[in-house]
């Protein structure tokens, strides 16, 4: 049993965390632009943020499954193939970056407006604002967005691996469903159940020990 | 040092332009404290923030040691606005960084050196008299400690100006105080030009030099301190004054109690200390019965009133209160 689930194990952590970085590289940006181009923003764009909001609307639309089949001929131009843990994460991290990016939004939009107001009233410019004030203000807040992207991104990787990802969600599908193997599905889903639980303890952990307010 | 001519400020709502401030000219001299009074809604805030351009003004100048900061563009805007300190109602402190890295953060902005930056940081920390709290967070402060960080942190570029939109209207009385005492200190001590926004008439009155009476987007009315309280010309000063006044309770005072005339004396200034209404009883042959008094200290000066009843003839009375007047106390027949 053990061989079967610590490669698979390791298969899910390796794909969930480098989707996680490659979707907050994505997400994270779009997130900051669509808070600082809203209107009444530090950075008012409103063409540039209804082209945005348009587009991540879109992307949020798609079930994650045709996203991800989609996302295949991306995959096989940046890795070379369509099968496999390396290939399936660039349909992940694309597909959870309108995510992270609305995730990052929200947790940038509770920053206190007059934090803000005090960085323009000392002539700070758009990117001190961004990395010295408001960043740094939604900090609790961004991890526990961070959070929910990990734990997005287990769901996401185990359902990837129904279309030949590989990983947990894989193994439990192969053995499980598949073979029968009633047991092989069962110790698979508690090991992602345990880890969720585990990112979620962490992240929460975390988030309320960096949190000053 | 300020000049504001025709500022107004329209707030666009839909096609219909809703006019936060009307055709507003006003100048501020430097090292004044100048008040701008209103009740809520009347666009001081609006005003305030038109100043260093937090709010876009919609017409009209606003001259800042001869520059037209209107005219400013974006760049420049923010270079001068390093010469702006502002302070606000609500503190905007950051909630993640400590009163040492709040009050370091315009100082990291403005590109200093971590040595310059510990130093001044430092300095500024002792002037507010928040030593002992470098390391604690905003959340484990007092309101006036905050806003004494607030202050700090306005003041570490070395401004010439410091805009206090309401920064102790979320104070305790004494807190307000002792935060007014702050502010009058750095006028005197750094030679800032304070515009201060408030609806507290007991601001104007213990720190202003000037102040500018505003209702509906317009100034109805700009005097000094001392005038004001003295004559106030508008409705709105007048309304400001005697809600002041209320807390004295003089309406106690009912003139057809008494058989005597009761009067209502003003003194002002030197008058208030001055022993004016001993002199009157020995020179007259009539006699003073105290009713109600009291005297504020103002910013500059001290006023007061005293409501007595005089007794004696009609003439002496007279005569009386005709002494009165030429020393220049205001005397009102109830």
């Known amino acids: 049993m053990l061989e079967l689930i610590i490669p698979s194990l390791l298969q899910t952590v390796y794909m969930v965390f480098f989707s996680t970085v490659f ?3 994505l997400g994270f940006p779009m997130g900051v632009l669509l808070v600082i181009t809203e209107k009444g923003g530090i950075w008012e764009k409103p063409t540039l943020y209804r082209i945005l909001d348009g587009i991540i609307n879109v992307l949020r639309s798609f079930p994650f499954l045709i996203l ?4 295949f001929p991306l995959s096989r131009l940046i890795v070379g193939k369509t099968i496999g843990t390396t290939a399936t994460i660039v349909p992940l991290s694309v597909a959870a970056a309108p995510f992270v990016a609305r995730v990052i939004e929200t947790s940038l939009k509770e920053v206190d407006k007059g934090v803000i107001e005090f960085g323009q009233s000392i002539g700070a410019t758009v990117p001190q604002i961004i990395f010295k004030i408001l960043i740094p203000e939604a900090m609790p807040s961004l991890i526990m967005g961070v959070t929910l992207t990990i734990v997005n991104l287990i769901g996401y990787s185990a359902m990837a691996g129904a279309i030949g990802g ?5 193994l439990a599908i192969r053995y499980g469903l598949y073979r029968f193997q009633t047991d092989v599905m069962v110790v698979s889903v508690v090991v992602i159940v345990i880890l969720v639980q585990g990112v979620q303890f962490l992240g929460n952990k975390l988030a309320s020990r960096i949190n000053k307010k | 040092m300020i000049e504001v ?3 107004s400020k329209c707030f666009q709502n839909g096609n219909e332009c809703i006019w936060a401030i009307k055709n507003v000219s006003f100048h501020v001299n430097r090292g004044e404290i100048f008040g701008i009074i209103g009740l809520s809604g009347a666009g001081k805030s609006t005003l305030i923030r038109c100043l260093n351009r937090l709010e876009e003004p919609t ?7 001869g ?5 400013l563009d974006k760049r420049e805007l923010r270079a001068k606005r390093k010469d702006i300190g502002m302070i606000f109602q609500h503190f905007n402190l950051l909630s993640q960084k400590t009163t040492y890295e709040n009050i370091a953060l315009p100082l990291e902005l403005a590109g200093l050196g971590k040595k310059e930056i510990n130093s001044r940081v430092n300095e500024l920390l002792e002037y507010v008299g928040l030593r002992d709290k470098r390391n604690a967070y905003p959340s484990q402060l007092s309101g006036g400690q905050k806003q004494r960080v607030a ?5 570490a570029n070395n401004p010439k100006i410091l805009l206090s939109d309401e920064a102790t209207s979320a104070l305790d009385p004494k807190t307000t105080k002792s935060i007014l005492e702050l502010l009058n200190r750095i006028r005197n001590e750094l030679g800032l030009t304070i515009v201060m926004i408030t609806h507290q008439i007991e601001v104007v009155k213990d720190i202003c030099d000037r102040v500018a009476i505003m209702e509906n987007g317009e100034i109805v009315e700009i005097n000094t301190v001392e005038e004001l309280f003295r004559r106030p010309k508008s409705k709105t000063a007048k309304a400001f004054i005697s809600s002041l006044k209320s807390d004295v309770q003089e309406e106690f005072v009912i003139p057809e109690e008494f058989n005597g005339r009761v009067v209502r004396l003003s003194f002002w200034g030197d008058n208030a200390k001055k022993p004016i209404v001993s002199h009157m009883i020995k020179k007259f042959n009539i006699d003073v019965n105290i009713l109600s008094g009291n005297i ?4 500059s000066t001290s006023a007061g009133y005293l409501i007595v009843e005089l007794v004696g003839e009609d003439g002496e009375i007279q005569a009386a209160i005709d002494y009165l007047k030429s020393q220049d106390v205001d005397v009102e027949v109830m």
Not at chain 1, 68 to 71: F, G, N
Not at chain 1, 166 to 170: A, T
């Open chain 2, 296 to 299: 504020s200290q103002l910013m």
């Open chain 2, 5 to 7: 001519q025709n500022l």
């Open chain 1, 23 to 25: 979707s907050l590289l």
């Open chain 1, 166 to 170: 590989g990983g947990l969600g894989d």
């Open chain 1, 68 to 71: 991800m089949v989609l996302l």
């Open chain 2, 151 to 155: 202050i700090a942190r306005a003041l």
């Open chain 2, 59 to 65: 017409q009209g100048k606003i001259i800042i040691d």
């Open chain 2, 67 to 71: 520059v037209d900061i209107t005219a």
